[in-house]
């Protein structure tokens, strides 16, 4: 078979194993992995990868795109071109969306606005909020439903209308609604009623602040997120679904996951960036709102990074949640009304490279939570690893390469991040998608309108151990 593109000379990551290789590409989809050296001289291009990682590209299935309606914090094409800059070749987008995804309309809208503007490869995961419209979102190839179980207390956003659900009856419902597709149940778990308890005693004490936001939500240790996943672990395997748990990040939560795995309960759970590189006190306090999201102790954070490791946790995710300065800086008075989240999508993949150079992780394991885990857990059989057949999604590193975050780089249409001033070991210099390039020596070159819908092949399989 003709070779299209050789990419040689470098270290490939894949499944469990490094080596010195060459991957082979035709067509887009990868034809091979051979000894280094041993590519065919009519190889039509070839990439000189010496000194390189060459790793499968990210599979981030929780990303903010913002659009339709936000598009004054981001945009389907401005959030891809920080995808591919970021080494993140298929996003699968959320639907807090306004409308808010959550009938097969709207989610057929959304997914054209995917096909004409996104760089990178893309699925989306609609709102679970209409019994009536699972059926027909499933067979638009979707690879997941999404539900929060927040309600926003004195805000319109990030949590609006058709996107939350915590009545328990309800959630069964739609556990028992979903079981049928064979598809994962995404929940971002959360107990409301003990939220609005404790976070009126600060607002009574006339306390607002960053730090008050952030104490609420850990309030009792983590109990609004032990709570929450609880209950929906049990729901799941009473109703035999498959339930994938966004924001694992306590240790009491982390353990029944671990449990009900070992049960062979079909559960996956992510980790995201800000509980692992965004997690300290100091963050709260020096970041205010720019830095919440949600904050958890650091004995939570420990147990979420020896989860990540140990396989509890199976997957790496950026929750991409950009919002404007303007957004964020109302917080710094009141939490309660600033839009929380935290942007990453285009530094998440760099700072568990860096984690890899200081010895937390191992190369092997970051390949699996990043590409290998989400492609096998969300049924994308054509991608996340370099079988042959498999699309050619690859992203070239420097694992050596030391360099600093700065706003200025951000592509994001919000224009900040908080890791500016981090240094880190560790960079993309290369983005491929089905064998194009999409990013390539600091510059985004794919086109928007460029990215495919990455559909479900096999229906997603237990990742029970
Ligand atoms: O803080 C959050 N922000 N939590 C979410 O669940 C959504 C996210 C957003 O969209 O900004
Ligand atoms: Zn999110």
Redesign the pocket.
């Known amino acids: 078979m003709t070779v299209e593109l050789a990419i040689t000379g470098g270290r490939i990551v894949d499944q469990g194993q490094s080596r010195d290789a060459d991957l082979l590409i035709s067509d887009g989809v990868i034809i091979g992995v051979t000894e280094p050296g041993s590519t065919p001289s009519d190889a039509g291009n070839v990439i000189d990868a010496a000194g390189q990682l060459v790793i499968p590209g990210m599979i981030d299935t929780h990303v903010?795109t913002r659009e339709p309606g936000w598009t004054h914090k981001e945009d389907i094409t401005t959030c891809s071109q920080a995808a591919a800059a970021g080494g993140v070749t298929t996003i699968f987008g959320?639907p807090?969306l306004r409308p808010p995804t959550a009938t097969v309309e709207t989610l057929r809208e959304v997914l054209d606005l995917y096909d004409a503007k996104s760089v990178v490869d893309y699925n989306h995961n609609p709102a679970a909020s209409n019994p009536d419209q699972i059926a027909g979102m499933a067979e638009l190839g979707i690879a997941a439903y999404k539900i929060?179980m927040?309600v926003d207390t004195g805000r319109e956003?990030?949590?609006p209308a058709g996107t939350g659900m915590h009545d328990h009856g309800h959630l069964l419902e739609m556990f028992e609604t979903i079981a049928p597709t064979g598809l994962p149940f995404m929940v971002?778990p959360h107990d409301q009623g003990i939220m609005d308890l404790i976070e009126q005693r600060y607002w009574a004490a006339g306390d607002r602040s960053p730090e008050a936001y952030a104490k609420t939500l850990a309030a009792y240790d983590g109990l609004i997120w032990d709570t929450a996943i609880g209950v929906l672990l049990r729901i799941a395997e009473a109703t035999g679904c498959p339930l994938h748990i966004?924001?694992a990040q306590t240790s009491r939560s982390i353990e029944m996951i671990r449990q009900a795995k070992n049960r062979g309960q079909q559960v996956s759970a992510e980790a995201n960036h800000w509980t692992l590189f965004l997690g300290s006190w100091d963050d709260v306090t020096t970041l205010g709102p720019y830095a919440?999201?949600?904050w958890v102790p650091d004995h939570h954070k420990e147990a979420t990074w020896e989860a990540l490791i140990d396989g509890t946790i199976d997957m790496a995710n950026s929750?991409h949640?950009?919002?404007t300065r303007e957004e964020k800086d109302v917080g710094w008075t009141d939490m309660w009304a600033a839009?929380?989240?935290?942007p990453g999508i285009q530094y998440q993949l760099p700072l568990l490279v860096d984690s890899v150079g200081t010895g937390r992780m191992s190369i092997e394991r970051m390949v699996e939570v990043t590409s290998n885990a989400p492609a096998r857990i969300f049924g994308l059989g054509q991608k996340g690893c370099f079988a042959p057949g498999t699309d050619a999604d690859v992203v070239l590193v420097d694992p050596d390469l030391e360099w600093t975050i700065t706003d200025d780089d951000v592509l994001s249409k919000i224009g900040w991040t908080p890791y500016a001033g981090r240094t880190l070991r560790g960079k993309v210099l290369r983005t491929l998608i089905r064998g194009e390039d999409v990013y390539r020596d600091g510059t985004v070159v794919g086109a928007p309108g460029f990215g495919k819908q990455a559909r479900p092949m096999t229906r997603p399989e237990s990742d029970a151990r």
């Open positions: 903010h959320m807090n929060y927040v956003y990030p949590h971002h966004v924001h919440l999201s949600y929750d949640a950009p919002h839009h929380t989240g935290t």
